[in-house]
C-alpha cells in the first residue's frame, strides 16, 4: 500500500494508509498493528511525524520503506521484505514451540524442515505480540497552550 501511494504522489501518512486500507480491503488497522510490526521487524519501516497539510497542519504519522539500492526491481525489493518480515515471525514462533517442548518434557531437536508443529502446541494460544516503540511526537504550540490555559483554570 505504501508503494501505491508512493506511485500516485500520496503522502504516506498512516492516517492515509488505514483509511485506504478500511475502504478497499475492509481491514481496521490501528497504530498497536503497526507497533507489532515494528516489534518484529523494525528495521522494515522508517517512522518519523511530519506536518499533514491535508488535516490542518498537525503532527501526523509518516511511514516511509528505507531506501535499498541492492534489490533490481519494486517486486524483488517487496518480496525480500515479505521474507523478512516472515521469518521474523516463525523465528518468534519456535522459539515458543521449543519452550512448550520444553516445559513437556520433550527432549532433542525438533525437525522444522516438515513445517509441523507438536499436537500438544496451540499455535492460537500465543501471548500477544509486544509493541514497538513510535517516535515521539512534537509538541505543537496550540496544545502547549491548551494543556497550560487548562491547567490555570484547575488551581
Known sequence: MLVTFANRGKAKFFSNLSESLESTCRIHMQTQQLRQCLAIEPSLYVLSYERNHDRGGNYDLFISLPESGEHASLRA??????????????SRVKTFHAQHLQSIGETGTYDYSINVWHPAFDLHALQDLPLGDLPKKPVQIKDFLNKVRTNDTCE
Not at 525489493?77 to 516463525?90: D, G, S, T, V, Y
Open 77 to 90: 525489493m517487496l518480496q525480500h521484505r515479505k521474507e523478512c518480515f516472515r521469518e521474523a515471525l516463525i
